[in-house]
């Protein structure tokens, strides 16, 4: 198994432009995270999903969208980057019940110029 | 929502020493705390976890305390060694509804040989 993958593992923009960050899980994992973390911050959840076809804000979701079409895929979207989000973007997954641990993606370091 | 606290941010030890993190949350509703690892340029992963139903759990050299009526929780690390030199991050959630995680700003724990 591969357990939590993301798509890219680097990437650079220019101000304004777009992309998509794609998260994979292959553990049949029901819910879906997706955090940024900046020095001094810790991880904070920018939008989850609870299953296929839902997604719901987190603490910072101001500037991004995401996508859970189909079970095992989270998508985050950067319509027009900006310098601040700048990050890494780390995705995770979890069963859905109560005291379960979240698995971590490898993590995407974005730079917007 | 939820707020966690978490002191100190860095944190040198030598090694064979203890080392000791402490963390603060908000929501008396939080029923679950977590506490992850991060090494330099990798994924966080759970180390150890504990419910609110229970004040202490052991897992060798680590072990965390709960206080729920301070509301207060600590990651205790028996004769560090060098390779525990990472970031910890103490986590709480509600365990229920999303099961989402709020995290503290972390410790940069420093293992001196």
């Known amino acids: 198994n591969a357990g939590v993958t993301q798509t890219p593992k680097f990437r650079v923009l220019k101000t304004g432009q777009s992309m998509t960050l794609l998260c994979a899980q292959d553990?049949?994992?029901?819910?879906m995270y997706w955090y940024r973390q900046d020095p001094g911050m810790g991880l904070r959840l920018i939008h989850y999903s609870v299953g296929e076809g839902t997604t719901a804000k987190g603490e910072v979701p101001d500037g991004y969208n995401v996508s859970r079409l189909k079970k095992q895929n989270f998508l985050l979207g950067l319509e027009s980057a900006a310098p601040s989000q700048t990050s890494v973007y780390f995705c995770?997954?979890?069963?859905?019940?109560?005291?379960?641990?979240?698995?971590f993606g490898p993590g995407t370091r974005l730079t917007v110029l | 929502g939820e707020n966690v606290e978490q002191h100190p941010s860095t944190l040198s030890v030598q090694e064979g020493d203890s080392a000791v993190i402490k963390c603060t949350y908000s929501?008396?509703?939080?029923?679950?705390f977590p506490w992850y690892k991060q090494e330099l340029g990798k994924r966080p992963q759970l180390i150890i976890d504990i419910r609110s139903n229970v004040g202490e759990k052991k897992d060798q050299r680590i072990a965390v305390t709960l206080n729920k009526t301070a509301k207060h929780f600590s990651l205790h690390i028996t004769e560090t060694q060098p390779e525990d030199s990472a970031v910890y991050f103490c986590?709480?959630?509600?365990?229920?509804?999303?099961?989402?995680?709020?995290f503290g700003k972390g410790t940069k724990l420093s293992v001196i040989p």
């Open positions: 929501d008396s509703a939080s029923n679950y």
């Open positions: 995770a997954s979890s069963p859905g019940q109560a005291y379960n641990e979240q698995f």
């Open positions: 986590a709480a959630s509600k365990g229920a509804g999303s099961y989402q995680l709020t």
């Open positions: 553990m049949n994992h029901e819910y």
